[in-house]
């Protein structure tokens, strides 16, 4: 295992402590005991330790796959390319002039010879100049050709999501804007053990996808991260903890504000709540919120992003046509508020616990 | 490698290059790489070796290795950003219009006659076979053919759209004869040429025209779109300027296979106008990617004119701020385009950077079918463009002093390609439609949910329009 140490140069640490380690998440324990036997060594990581294991990963088993981006070569800002460069070469893993549109067009040709690009952006912040890239390149690069050219080669990774202090330019999670988009995939992990499946899975799956990394995640979560090859199914969510009363619906840093939800929703209120994590924001498991709304008949979306118009919409929208005649309450949605991401009152911005909490019993209440 | 050894090493490589430049008469401008020296840490050459190079490297040198480095002499004093920029006291600018202009390229003047001074390496006499010269204006006049029937065809409704090539015949036909099928091309939209001439029928363009099934893309762009993976041309995207970047990083895919080919890429001089394009060079150039940058200067980008577009000397003015290499040639000169692509790619495989050529043009005809340009230029000017210096009638002549072709030939030929033509157009007509279900597919490589329940719902819609109920 590469050197997990060393201080990411802009953010020396996050101030959001997170809780330790859970043991949810059965079908996610599933997936890897079928593909690496019962007890795979396991090595203790934290996010950002896992997505460097799995970008190793990807360039050992497959010499036609190349990570590039701003500031990579020496690690990255976040320390997730650490050593990749000393491991693989020069030409294999390489820092690119400062243009996120050029990234992304430089990863697409690549990605249309077959290449398993991997590129990194450092902000998700940042990522709106390949905003045309994303949209109107790689999402139709198989459409429009009939399949004659493809991307499917391409992933793109970006830290995103609260950090406690990144305002307006370090904050934001656009995944909506990408969730809109036919063609892409969307994948948000949670932890280290999801980060690393997920991450692989998203670099070997034939379709573009951009990785969203929750930064806030990158050192403060930590868990038990198998070293062997595994992949986790892109498209499917994952019931971290079952329950009966009120369905949790949320992605990456949010998904550790539910479980506490969940906990303090039992302690105070002796309910149960089952707590699912998307993963992959599109194209997004219907199937399994569907079957746990139908369940529970009330469910809570939560997510960072402005509340207008987010993914929590559209999966009210899709719940309501598929659960109308189960649902107990209207559906609720904890998200960001709209405005542009703040700085001092992030507290205030961010769907809290004690936020979901209180719709919580709203819901049971309703 | 240390910054030092590194500029020392592209000093050398820049005098090797002057002393043996070429008798190219076109201007080609050889860069000082100077600029790039002290950030490019990773040359090329090392990556076999470079497991254990990284810039870390330098965090061990000595105090006395990075005054070296970074002190050359006691006045010329190393800026990282700008290597090897000496002093001086005086105040001076770069003039941002500079009175001299990159001279254009030219083998064959608009008569159709070679001039004298040109290189035996240039001729096409000494080099190019009697039989491909006439293939190559065969071809011109195909593409002119095809032009103007498919634009009628627009004009009587048969097709949606159509975007012709009139005046730039030789552009596309030059470079695509330069250069073998396995030379990758990204292409802007005004490229059919490269395609006829790498043996795209009359069919297949009428195909994709008219949106059927026998198209590779099942009628799903737009007409012109075209796109072939056995003719290793990438389908065209109507966004500018997009394919740019795109063709740098091909390229360095195809350096990392160790191909023996190159990326072409094709654009306007509108299109370099895009983020896109100065995103594209810079990371060719940082990268080295052996890719061939081709601007098409035609003059306008639909109604704004060339001067509106920007104010240095054209495109090729800019290959010297990203260091790449560049050419600026008569894009209506058949043979200085030939030549010039032939030449640039040999200089892209021989130093594995990429190169930028600028092919001086007019559009002939209006930007697409939706547009007519009479509203924003002069008749006369166009006339003036389009009879006097067509590349059709450049070549026509060449041909003729060497009793290769002659009007008759001329007529007869066009007449053939006319009838060719409208039969490919005829059946690609009568062709059926790509099925419905191709709506929903190639979306992703397999149909996900959501497209597979809103599949179901299509058809279920259709069912029940069939059967009218109570809303009727």
Redesign the interface.
């Known amino acids: 295992m590469s050197r997990m140490g060393g201080w990411s140069r802009r953010y020396l640490h996050a101030t959001r402590t997170i809780a330790n380690l859970y043991d949810y998440g059965l079908q996610v324990e599933q997936k890897i005991q079928q593909q690496l036997g019962n007890s795979p060594e396991r090595v203790r990581m934290n996010l950002f330790g896992a997505i460097n294991h799995a970008l190793a990963t990807a360039l050992e088993t497959n010499d036609r796959a190349v990570v590039f981006g701003e500031d990579v070569a020496f690690g990255g800002v976040f320390r997730c390319t650490t050593e990749l460069q000393q491991r693989f070469g020069g030409h294999r893993v390489f820092n690119t002039p400062l243009s996120e549109q050029g990234i992304v067009g430089f990863g697409i040709g690549l990605a249309v010879q077959g290449f398993h690009a991997i590129a990194e952006i450092q902000f998700a912040d940042y990522i709106f100049p390949a905003f045309d890239q994303l949209v109107n390149e790689a999402a139709k690069y198989r459409y429009r050709s009939g399949g004659l050219f493809d991307c499917g080669g391409l992933t793109v990774r970006a830290p995103c999501g609260a950090v406690g202090h990144g305002g307006l330019y370090h904050s934001q999670s656009p995944e909506a804007y990408f969730c809109h988009t036919p063609g892409l995939k969307v994948v948000m992990p949670r932890d280290p053990v999801r980060a690393k499946g997920l991450l692989l899975a998203s670099i070997r799956d034939r379709n573009p996808v951009i990785f969203l990394e929750p930064k806030i995640l990158y050192r403060s979560s930590f868990a038990q991260v198998p070293l062997e090859d595994y992949l986790l199914p892109l498209g499917k969510a994952e019931v971290v903890q079952s329950g009966e009363d009120v369905t949790l619906i949320g992605w990456g840093a949010q998904v550790q504000v539910l479980c506490q939800v969940a906990e303090r929703a039992k302690e105070k209120m002796n309910l149960s709540c089952e707590v699912v994590d998307m993963m992959t924001l599109l194209p997004y498991d219907l199937e399994t919120i569907a079957q746990s709304v139908k369940k529970t008949g009330r469910v809570l979306i939560s997510h960072e992003a402005p509340i207008t118009n987010g993914l929590g919409a559209e999966l009210a929208a899709a719940l309501q046509e598929q659960c109308f005649l189960y649902l107990e309450a209207p559906i609720f949605r904890i998200c960001g508020y709209d405005t542009p991401f703040p700085l001092a009152n992030e507290q205030y911005y961010l769907p809290s616990l004690d936020k979901c909490l209180d719709a919580v019993q709203q819901l049971i209440h309703y | 490698m240390a910054t030092w050894q590194h500029s020392s090493e592209m000093l050398k490589r820049l005098t090797e290059r002057i002393q043996s430049k070429s008798s190219l008469s076109c201007h080609l401008r050889s860069l000082a790489q100077f600029g790039q020296l002290c950030l490019r840490r990773?040359s090329?050459s090392?990556?076999?070796t470079?497991?254990?190079?990284?810039?870390?490297g330098f965090l061990h040198d000595s105090h006395s290795l990075l005054l070296r480095r970074y002190s050359a002499s006691g006045s010329e004093y190393y800026f990282p950003g700008a290597v090897g920029a000496p002093y001086t006291d005086k105040l001076e600018l770069i003039a941002g219009e500079k009175e001299g202009r990159v001279p254009c390229f030219r083998i064959m003047n608009e008569y159709g006659e070679i001039s004298s001074n040109i290189a035996k390496e240039y001729h096409p006499d000494h080099q190019m076979e009697p039989s491909v010269m006439t293939s190559m204006y065969q071809h011109m006049l195909k593409l002119h053919v095809m032009d103007t029937m498919l634009y009628s065809a627009q004009r009587q409704g048969r097709i949606s759209f159509y975007m012709t090539s009139f005046g730039e015949e030789a552009t596309a036909i030059g470079s695509a004869a330069a250069l073998e099928t396995a030379d990758v091309i990204?292409g802007q939209y005004r490229e059919q040429g490269v395609l006829l001439w790498r043996g795209f029928t009359y069919r297949d363009f009428c195909n994709q025209c008219c949106g059927n099934a026998l198209?590779?893309?099942?009628g799903?762009?737009m007409p012109v779109?075209y796109?072939?993976?056995e003719l290793n041309f990438?389908?065209i995207?109507s966004?500018l300027a997009?394919q740019?970047?795109?063709?740098?990083?091909?390229?360095?895919?195809?350096k990392?296979?160790n191909s023996k080919n190159i990326?072409v890429c094709y654009f306007g001089e509108g299109a370099a106008s895009e983020?896109?394009f100065?995103?594209?060079l810079?990371?060719a150039a940082?990268?080295e990617c052996p890719v061939l940058f081709i601007c098409r200067n035609n003059g306008y980008a639909i109604s704004t004119p060339a001067k509106e577009q920007y104010r240095g000397d054209g495109i090729a003015g800019r290959g010297l701020a990203y260091g790449i290499d560049s050419m600026r040639v008569d894009g209506n000169d058949l043979w200085a385009v030939y030549f010039a692509v032939k030449e640039g790619k040999r200089r892209i495989l021989q130093t594995s950077r990429p190169l930028l050529l600028e092919l001086l043009t007019y559009r002939g005809g209006h930007h697409s079918t939706s547009d007519d340009s009479s509203r924003y230029r002069q008749k006369n000017e166009i006339e003036l463009y389009s009879e006097r210096l067509s590349p059709l009638r450049r070549m026509k002549r060449f041909l003729a002093f060497r009793n290769c072709w002659n009007d008759e030939m001329d007529e007869k030929y066009i007449e053939e390609q006319r009838k060719e033509l409208l039969t490919a157009l005829e059946e690609a007509e009568k062709a059926p439609k790509a099925p419905l279900e191709d709506l929903f597919h190639?979306?992703?490589?397999q149909l996900?949910?959501?497209?597979e329940r809103q599949k179901t719902m299509l058809f279920e819609f259709l069912e029940r329009e069939k059967h009218p109920t109570h809303f009727s």
Request: charged content about 15%.
């Open positions: 990773f090329w090392q990556h076999c470079s497991q254990k190079i990284c810039q870390s990204f198209e590779p893309a099942k799903r762009q779109h796109g072939s993976k990438v389908t995207s966004p997009t740019i970047p795109q063709a740098s990083g091909y390229a360095y895919g195809m990392l296979s990326t983020g896109d100065h995103a594209a810079n990371f940082t990268l190639d979306v992703y490589d996900t949910p959501n497209l």
